[in-house]
């Protein structure tokens, strides 16, 4: 296994900011760079189309065969279509509020022909139709004749057997009579006009009057019939609407101008009044006094606000007893005189106690002068203080005095605005009733009493033809649409699943998520003769602690070895000599990889001593058959009472130059005791004893005790268990360690399962060179001895 150090290796966006000792140097993400994340990444996107290409090939295959199905069930249709010139209206009543749509200018012409489009496929177009040709009960507007599908193959027998239920139960409950035949011809009228009218098409050619109406049926004849018959009612209509709106346009208007003249006259009072009412000539003198002193007010009650957060601070000195640190107190010359007076006292006092006793006169009235100095000294701190709290409290009564003020001004100006708005508001509506009245009396004045019937502005250019041939559906069309659709639907879940999978699941990940370089790749071990899911194979916990002990050739031994070389390199000093293993959550490998990192190491000829710091769930001592105690908890104790580290606490292993360190008692306050000056104490000594002091550390989340101990170490590492470690889990995680500047190294995925799509591209590369041995299901481990 090798790990690159060039762009290609994780984390190569990673510059140096600071050491911790000279022993590891920090890295933070380069800004230079980090730009590139926001770029789309191809061979992400088709990575995970090839990692869920079985959804994508089951979504198509699905949709490909529903789509021929339904095509073939589908019966052909016929396509039908007359042609219209439609002319733009010109004509119209009011300048301001028309009748017909408006047609002057470009604007105006495509408003008037969009309106005409949507008169062509209008209810009561199709409607006047249907009654006019007696279409009520025609096979295809009943819906005896319809398209097949399977949704309504499926949709027509619901519906039987809907019908079916109810008219058997309204034949029980109800009594016999005879059925309305008027509401039932109703009922089969508006059926048949929406049948009708979902047979209508509208489409209207860019950049011309032209539009084409047609007419979809299952009959090639009937659809050029009702097509034509479209185009006739819609001709005739128009000129009908014509001729109507020339009569009632003199009626309209005198209503409009009755109304208009009653609705000026009101406004004409009401502004009078109100005007005489508020005194209008002098509201805005008004205005403009009101804001001056709000104004005011608001600035003395910002100098009174600012006084007062000056002196919070001092009362809050006060309140604490430590008036000492006011600065009046400090800066008073009156206290510095006495404290130099109290200052000679003292030294007069000590100059005549080395001669006489305390009980001589001289040296008795010196300690009475030293007492009143202090005296004195306390009485005018306490003035001082008393004055400070005196100016605090008149300080608070005037910023209450001021608010009250301000509130009251504010009110004041308000009610200003408010019949400044009320007057503006009446006078526009003053103005607008004008401007209503003499529009309509004009117009009144032009409108004529002659609307002789007009030509129309429709004409017909092609009437509809019988069509040759069906035009849909097309067998070749639907497949390909039905393709794309399926591919698009296939990715598009593809893509959901994806997203849905919030976990570290490679290398890629760790470098977007952090920015830390990965520093070794611990792949999945398989169970002899399980067929179970990688992530759903369990493997005794001690098996897997000491496998790069019992398994030396196999790939998760080469492994840690690779982890090894790297951290050899993580420094320009090499590898730490104190590294601490943690993780996000629990049972993500950190115990797992904190042995077998320490047995590597041992077996390069390296003394290695292995801690136990998680002293909530200590593991160590079980992993290799030792007592819990005494170990690390123990030797914290023996410094507190001055002696050197407890060598009990340090059991030898079978590894050879690995020594292990276990928890030691339980305490109730973990963080504390790690966080005690001890600890750093016992891993110094514990470095000056062997080449490499490796700390198995709690997780990171939840809990402070990995936080405490990464100050107290040359490197860190976090292991993270790829497709367990939820991504956002991880993040917070690195960012604590990097929020008190830990010196992190690298992370460690561990659980890598190399035969998963996403390390199909390095499953060979890595680890292809030997095969994995199958671990047995129930492997037995010698247990030593406790040294």
């Not at 000599?577 to 950190?590: A, I, M």
């Not at 059991?651 to 005690?676: I, N, R």
């Not at 000056?688 to 990464?710: K, Q, R, T």
Request: charged residues 25%; aromatic residues 4%; negative net charge.
């Amino acid at each position: 296994m090798t790990f690159g150090t060039d762009r290609d290796r994780p984390g190569h966006h990673l510059k140096p900011v600071s050491s911790n000792g000279g022993q590891v140097t920090l890295y933070a993400p380069d800004a230079s760079v980090m730009d590139d994340d926001d770029s789309i990444d191809l061979r992400e996107y088709w990575r995970i189309i090839t990692k869920r290409r079985s959804v994508i090939l089951s979504v198509l295959a699905t949709v490909l065969v529903a789509t021929l199905v339904a095509t073939l069930l589908m019966l052909p249709e016929y396509r039908a279509t007359v042609t219209l010139q439609i002319n733009p209206e010109a004509a119209r009543i009011l300048s301001y509020a028309d009748f017909e749509p408006s047609a002057s200018g470009s604007a105006g012409i495509q408003q008037f022909l969009t309106t005409q489009h949507g008169v062509l496929a209008s209810r009561s177009l199709a409607e006047a139709v249907v009654i006019k040709h007696g279409l009520t009960d025609h096979p295809e507007l009943t819906g005896e004749l319809r398209q097949r599908s399977i949704l309504a193959e499926l949709r027509a027998l619901t519906g039987l057997l809907t019908g079916a239920l109810q008219s058997s139960g309204e034949s029980r409950a109800s009594d016999p009579a005879q059925p309305d035949e008027a509401a039932a011809q109703e009922r089969r009228t508006r059926a048949a006009t929406s049948r009708f009218r979902e047979r209508i098409e509208v489409q209207p050619e860019r950049n011309s009057q032209l539009v084409h109406v047609s007419f979809v049926s299952f009959d090639r004849e009937f659809s050029a019939q009702m097509a034509n018959a479209v185009a006739r009612e819609y001709i005739e209509s128009t000129m009908q609407r014509r001729f109507d709106a020339g009569s009632d346009a003199r009626e309209f208007l005198q209503e409009q101008l009755h109304e208009m003249r009653i609705a000026l006259e009101r406004s004409d009072w009401e502004l009078a009044d109100f005007a005489r009412r508020v005194r209008v000539s002098d509201l805005s003198a008004n205005q403009e006094m009101a804001r001056d002193g709000l104004r005011s007010l608001n600035d003395s009650l910002e100098m009174v606000r600012q006084e007062l957060v000056r002196l919070a601070g001092w009362r809050e000195l006060v309140q604490q007893g430590r008036i000492d640190h006011l600065d009046p107190v400090a800066n008073s010359v009156t206290i510095a005189e006495l404290q130099k007076r109290l200052l000679d006292a003292a030294t007069e006092y000590a100059s005549l106690s080395e001669r006489f006793l305390d009980d001589y006169p001289t040296v008795a009235e010196t300690l009475r002068r030293m007492e009143l100095l202090r005296a004195e000294i306390a009485a005018e701190r306490r003035r001082i203080a008393d004055g400070i709290l005196g100016r605090f409290e008149t300080l608070r009564a005037q910023e209450t005095a001021l608010e009250q003020a301000l509130a009251q001004r504010e009110e004041r100006i308000m009610a200003l605005n408010e019949q400044a708005v009320q007057y503006n508001i009446l006078r526009r509506e003053h103005e607008t009733n004008r401007e209503m009245y003499d529009g309509l009396l004009q117009r009144m004045k032009e409108v004529g009493v002659a609307a002789g019937v007009q030509e129309s502005n429709v004409a017909v250019i092609d009437a509809a033809q019988v069509p040759g041939g069906a035009f849909r559906p097309v067998l070749t069309k639907n497949l390909a649409i039905a393709s794309l659709l399926g591919v698009m639907i296939g990715i598009g879940l593809a893509l959901l699943l994806e997203f849905l999978d919030r976990t570290v699941r490679h290398a890629e990940d760790v470098e977007r998520l952090v920015e830390l370089p990965v520093m070794g790749l611990v792949p999945l071990v398989r169970a002899q003769g399980q067929d179970e899911e990688p992530h759903e194979v369990r493997i005794p916990e001690r098996v897997l602690s000491h496998f790069s002990a019992r398994r030396p050739d196999s790939a998760v031994s080469e492994a840690f070895r690779s982890l090894r070389t790297s951290l050899m390199f993580s420094t320009p000093e090499g590898m730490p000599r104190t590294l601490l293993v943690t993780s996000t959550s629990q049972g993500e490998g950190k115990s797992t990889s904190s042995v077998n990192l320490a047995t590597v190491l041992a077996q390069n000829g390296s003394r290695v001593l292995l801690i136990d710091a998680d002293l909530r769930r200590p593991s160590l001592h079980r992993d290799f058959g030792r007592p819990r105690s005494p170990g690390l908890t123990n030797s914290i104790a023996q410094f507190e009472q001055g002696t050197s580290l407890d060598r009990s606490s340090i059991h030898s292993t079978d590894v050879e130059g690995l020594s292990v360190m276990p928890a030691g008692h339980s305490t109730p306050k973990p963080t504390e005791l790690l966080s005690s000056s001890r600890l750093s104490r016992v891993i110094a000594e514990c470095r000056e004893m062997f080449d490499y002091v490796i700390i198995d550390a709690p997780p990171i989340l939840g809990l402070a005790d990995a936080v405490v101990l990464s100050r107290m170490v040359g490197g860190v590492i976090v292991v993270v268990a790829a497709g367990r470690t939820g991504k956002e889990n991880f993040r917070v995680a690195v960012r604590r360690l990097q929020q008190v500047q830990a010196p992190l190294l690298g992370v460690v995925l561990n659980r890598v399962d190399l035969n998963s799509p996403d390390y199909a591209y390095c499953s060979s590369e890595y680890y292809g060179y030997q095969e994995e041995p199958a671990l047995p299901e129930s492997p037995k481990l010698p247990v030593s001895k406790a040294s």
